[in-house]
Structure formats: structure tokens, C-alpha cells
């Protein structure tokens, strides 16, 4: 089946510091591939996204590639704010057996990023 | 603006009851999904429906049921044979795009946290 493995949190950092988020999948087919993010008392809003390998996601400085030899993709921002604190969720999508998948999004558990000024 | 409204945000019942919790819609999407959301677990998919007076189970569907007499409306109703309801509800919906829904994302509600005691 369909599993999405996400770097152990909680991830501090100081405000302008590198961020990287390690998410590994394993998936039968080729899925797509999610980034979701978290807000404190809130539902997920979609990141970024990548259909198909060697694409990149992009979005408000958040980056992710879909590699499909390494079946990884890591989110990555050159320098983070105290605004991108939240819990940022890896999660894949494909179809199954009978050609259909309709956002049966398989997630990981997540990853709490705190950003200190 | 179009959007996903769960209510209530938070929810407490007594041990034994069946709880309802709401999610309507209008962004006219098709596909309506319920997830359960545990720290530290991700989200776990509950039941999900892609038209109306259908619906199938997600992979922790045991002690839930929902409806979907309107496209715009999927509620779910958290049965007293749920062993563990503590937990926040997430609906979500996403558009049904033939040959390439799996690339569409979910857009999610603000969730409803149920605890029971």
C-alpha cells in the first residue's frame, strides 16, 4: 500500500534560517505528490504540488521537488518567518486499480515547525 | 468567497451518545471526504462520497456513519460504538475532473475538535 514517511519533529529554528522537511513515499504507480500546511486552529491549505518526477512545487518561497529515484520530496525555504510556524503535512495521491484515486490522499504524520524571532 | 464550513468548532458529549458533526460546501465540488486528525498519526481518511446518495468507507469507517442528500452537505455522525472519538474532524472536498482527478487538491474545512468524556 501507500505510505508516507515525514522527518521527526518538532523542527525550531531562528527566523531567516534554512528550513528543510525530509518527506520519503512509497507508492505503487506514479502519484502525485502534496505539500500541506497547518495554521494553529485550523484546517490544511494546500502548499505546493508536483504531478510527475523531476517537476518542482512552488509557492511563498516553499520548494519541493519530486524525485522519483530517491522517492522523496523534500520541502525546502531559504529563510523562514516567525508567520511560518505550523504543522506542514507531506501527502500523496494515485490511482488505484480501477483508474481512480479522487483525493484518497495518503498523509504523513506531520512535522511542527516553530520559528523563534 | 466560496468555501467549506464545518460547525461547531468544538464539541463535547458524554460517553455513549451520538454526536453530528456539519460540513457544507459551495464551491460546487463533487467529491466530499471526512478525515480524523490524531497527533502525531496525520490524517486517517473516514468515509469520502463523489455524488450524491453515494458514499463509501475510508479506511477507519467503524463507528461512523454519514449522509449526502445534497451535493453541498456531508455530515457525519460519530456513533456511540466509536471506541476512541476524541479527536479533530476535517472535511474537505475537491472537484472530479475525468482522467485527472488525482492531481486535484483537497480544500479543507476549520475542523470541529469532539471530545468525549
Known amino acids: 500500500g501507500n505510505s508516507v514517511t515525514q522527518m521527526e519533529g518538532p523542527v525550531t529554528l531562528s527566523e531567516e534560517a534554512f528550513l528543510t522537511i525530509n518527506c520519503t513515499y512509497t507508492a505503487t504507480g506514479y502519484p502525485s505528490l502534496f505539500w500541506y500546511v497547518q495554521y494553529p486552529g485550523e484546517g490544511l491549505q494546500l502548499l505546493l504540488k508536483a504531478t510527475k518526477a523531476d517537476d518542482k512545487g512552488s509557492n511563498k518561497g516553499f520548494e519541493a521537488t519530486y524525485r522519483k529515484e530517491t522517492t522523496s520530496f523534500h520541502l525546502e525555504k531559504g529563510s523562514v518567518q516567525v508567520s511560518d510556524s505550523a504543522v506542514y503535512f507531506c501527502a500523496l495521491s494515485s490511482l488505484n486499480a480501477g483508474g481512480t484515486s479522487y483525493g484518497k490522499l495518503t498523509f504523513g504524520q506531520g512535522t511542527i515547525l516553530t520559528v523563534h524571532p | ?117
Request: proline share 6%; glycine share 8%.
Open chain 2, 1 to 117: 468567497d466560496g468555501g467549506i464550513t464545518q460547525s461547531p468548532k468544538y464539541l463535547f458529549r458524554k460517553e455513549g451518545q451520538n454526536v453530528t458533526l456539519s460540513c457544507e460546501q459551495n464551491l460546487n465540488h463533487d467529491a466530499m471526504y471526512w478525515y480524523r486528525q490524531d497527533p502525531g498519526q496525520g490524517l486517517r481518511l473516514i468515509y469520502y462520497s463523489q455524488i450524491v446518495n453515494d458514499f463509501q468507507k475510508g479506511d477507519i469507517a467503524e463507528g461512523y456513519s454519514v449522509s449526502r442528500e445534497k451535493k453541498e452537505s456531508f455530515p457525519l455522525t460519530v456513533t456511540s460504538a466509536q471506541k476512541n472519538p476524541t479527536a479533530f474532524y476535517l472535511c474537505a472536498s475537491s472537484p472530479i475532473i475525468p482522467g485527472d482527478s488525482y492531481n486535484s487538491p483537497l480544500h479543507f474545512g476549520n475542523g470541529t475538535r469532539l471530545t468525549v468524556t
